[in-house]
Structures are given as C-alpha cells and as structure tokens.
C-alpha cells in the first residue's frame, strides 16, 4: 500500500519547495486536487522539483476541457515526470459544471465513461497517427503530426475516476485503471459496495480487478494526548459535515448506521449555520470514518483498516507544521515498506 499526500493546488512559486519536502519525508506521492487552481500546473512544477516523486491529479474536473486537450496535458505530464503521472478525472456536481464553468453535465456517469476511452484513444493516436474514437458524446478522428505531442519514452498514462455510486464504480472497473474513493470511504463501504463492484465491471471488461488501483483517502486525528488530538478532531469533524452535506453521498452515513446525518447538515447548510453543520457529526462518526490514533500506532491502525482493500492510501490532512508533516512522512514510509 503506498501512501500519499493530498493538496489543493498551491501558488505556482510554492509548490516546488512542498514537491521536494513530500519526497524528503518519505511519502510515495502527491496528489493535486483540483480547486480554485488548476491541478495541472502544479503536477507540472513538481515534476521538475522532485524528479521520482509520484504525481496525480485527484481529481481533475473533466467535462470543461475536451478530451483531447486532457489527453495532450496528460501525455505531456507523463513525459516530464518520466511515467510518474495518474490522470485522476471527475465529473463534479452540476452546479459548478453548468453555473461556473458553463459546460454540459447531462448524464455525467456515461459521458464520464466515453470521456474516458476518448483519452485512451487520444494516448494511441499520439503514438499511432491514427484518431479513431466514436462514442455517444464524443467523436474524435482527425489528428495531424503538427497537432500530435507524438510518442514518449513510457508508457500512457493510468487513468482513474473519481466515484461513489455503483453504477460509476462498476465503471471504473470496466475502463480505467483506477478509481479515487470519496472522503467519506469507510471500511464498511469498501467492503460493500467498492471492491465488489470494481471487481463485476472488470469481469464485464475481461480484467482483473487486481490491475485497478483502489485510491482511498484517509483523515486522520493523532496525538499522544487527548489535547493534542483535539484541533484536528475538530477540523477533521467540519471536513466532514462538507463532504456529508452533498444528497448522493447520503447512503454512505445511512449504510453505516447515521440514518438521516446528511438531511440534518442540509438544514443547517440552508441557514447559513456551519458550526451547527460540523456539530451534527458525533465523536461516533468520527470513529467510524476516520482514523484516531497515538504516532505510535498510527501504522498500525491504518493497515488493519484498509489493507487489503486501498492500493493507495491518501493521508487527507497530513499537510500542516514541519514536525507534523515528517511524522507523517515515517508513517509512510513504515506502511510502504511494510
């Protein structure tokens, strides 16, 4: 299990010194989630910072870019990292799709599987010549040498999605290489509905469900004292009141035993009232969604969790002080080695 980091996109002049600190510490990767930056850019910087680092986007929102020119930043991503790069896509909500980026979000599970196998048809067309591509939304054939990056010295780059329902992760299963997990992944619905449904829509495609990287973010809440512990708790509680808010993601609190969790943050969410939002996720949520633990045990309980399952584990709030992150860091590499 490889353990990274995630980020939102950082100031262009700083992601650098974060790249070259990830690597020092010990940590396998970084991964760039896409915000109010742009993730591309800062994969871009930080494959020249830290030459060996693994990089991803985690995700990257899809249907504002054409396939093609996610296909090109990709390729051009894959080249500069020397094959280090994971091209992580999602679709999004459709309120920032239509409202901020002004693009189309109909039927965003099917466009999002087409998108896929149109940038898998992009990374051939690079290395053939030959654009050949003819889905339901998305029809590509044409490409010339002088609008080709043309072929690279590694191999194409692993595409993952982002998803939650099964319909999207037996998807996953059928055309990407990997699926990124949502915050909230619990053990219990990796168990349920995660791996079983990754596994039926590789079998569908004729894979194995061993070649699709499970990519599972973690919070975490550490300290040797209860004090030390508490602030993170607490930001780690309004994290997921956030995350819990969304109305598809509501069967995840239900499944596992917090029926009507997301129904009690929307109402608060509608009066404007987030602390009263953090405040309906109890210290019972906390145990089951995240992951409470002494430095010293911290290794431990996050191999009895999720190995087996996470290909790759996410730590979600390992970014902080210097000592934290080298903590952090020795955790990763014990797990990786491990």
Same mark, same amino acid.
């Given at each position: 299990?490889?353990?990274?980091?995630?980020t939102l996109p950082q100031h262009l002049g700083k992601v650098?010194?974060?790249?070259?600190?990830?690597?020092?510490?010990?940590?396998?990767?970084?991964?760039?989630?896409?915000?109010?930056?742009?993730?591309?850019?800062?994969?871009?910087?930080?494959?020249?910072?830290?030459?060996?680092?693994?990089?991803?986007?985690?995700?990257?929102?899809?249907?504002?870019?054409?396939?093609?020119?996610?296909?090109?930043?990709?390729?051009?991503?894959?080249?500069?990292?020397?094959?280090?790069?994971?091209?992580?896509?999602?679709?999004?909500? /459709?309120?920032?799709?239509?409202? /901020?980026?002004?693009?189309?979000? %109909?039927?965003?599970?099917? /466009?999002?599987? %087409?998108?896929?196998?149109?940038?898998?048809?992009?990374?051939?067309?690079?290395?053939?010549?030959?654009? =050949?591509?003819?889905? #339901?939304?998305?029809?590509?054939?044409?490409?010339?040498?002088?609008?080709?990056?043309?072929?690279? =010295?590694?191999? %194409? #780059?692993?595409? %993952?999605?982002?998803?939650?329902? #099964?319909?999207?992760?037996?998807?996953?299963?059928?055309?990407?290489?990997?699926?990124?997990?949502?915050?909230?992944?619990?053990?219990g619905y990796l168990k349920r509905h995660v791996a079983p449904?990754?596994?039926?829509?590789?079998?569908?495609?004729?894979?194995?469900?061993? &070649?699709?990287?499970?990519?599972?973010?973690?919070?975490?809440?550490?300290?040797?004292?209860?004090?030390?512990?508490h602030k993170e708790r607490e930001f780690v509680r309004a994290?997921?009141?956030?995350?819990?808010?969304?109305?598809?993601?509501?069967?995840?609190? &239900?499944?596992?035993?917090?029926?009507?969790?997301?129904?009690?943050?929307?109402?608060?969410?509608?009066?404007?009232?987030?602390?009263?939002?953090?405040?309906?996720?109890?210290?019972?949520?906390?145990?089951?969604?995240?992951?409470?633990?002494?430095?010293?045990?911290?290794?431990?309980?996050?191999? &009895?969790?999720?190995?087996?399952?996470?290909?790759?584990?996410?730590?979600?709030?390992?970014?902080? =002080?210097?000592?934290?992150?080298?903590?952090?860091?020795?955790?990763?590499?014990?797990?990786?080695?491990?």
């Open positions: 299990m490889q353990i990274d980091v995630m650098g010194e974060l790249a070259r600190r990830t690597q020092a510490a010990g940590f396998s990767g970084l991964l760039f989630t896409e915000a109010g930056r742009t993730a591309y850019l800062n994969v871009a910087l930080a494959s020249q910072a830290a030459p060996g680092l693994e990089l991803s986007t985690g995700v990257a929102v899809a249907f504002p870019r054409s396939p093609f020119v996610t296909a090109a930043t990709a390729w051009e991503l894959q080249e500069a990292s020397g094959g280090r790069f994971r091209l992580g896509l999602g679709t999004q909500v /459709r309120t920032h799709v239509v409202r /901020r980026y002004g693009a189309t979000f %109909d039927h965003p599970g099917p /466009r999002l599987r %087409d998108y896929v196998l149109a940038v898998k048809a992009c990374f051939a067309a690079f290395r053939t010549g030959k654009l =050949d591509h003819h889905g #339901p939304f998305y029809d590509l054939d044409f490409i010339t040498p002088q609008w080709s990056p043309g072929p690279i =010295d590694a191999p %194409d #780059p692993q595409v %993952d999605i982002a998803a939650v329902n #099964p319909w999207m992760l037996r998807m996953a299963g059928e055309v990407a290489d990997g699926v990124h997990v949502h915050p909230l992944g619990e053990p449904k990754v596994a039926e829509g590789a079998e569908k495609a004729g894979r194995s469900s061993s &070649d699709i990287a499970i990519i599972v973010p973690a919070m975490t809440i550490v300290g040797d004292t209860d004090e030390e512990r994290s997921m009141s956030f995350y819990g808010s969304t109305p598809n993601y509501a069967f995840i609190w &239900d499944e596992a035993g917090f029926e009507g969790t997301t129904a009690r943050i929307r109402e608060k969410q509608k009066a404007g009232d987030f602390s009263g939002m953090a405040a309906q996720i109890t210290d019972e949520h906390l145990a089951t969604f995240a992951t409470e633990s002494t430095w010293d045990e911290l290794a431990d309980r996050l191999i &009895d969790k999720y190995g087996g399952v996470a290909t790759r584990l996410v730590l979600y709030n390992a970014l902080g =002080d210097t000592e934290r992150f080298e903590r952090y860091g020795e955790i990763a590499r014990r797990i990786s080695i491990g």
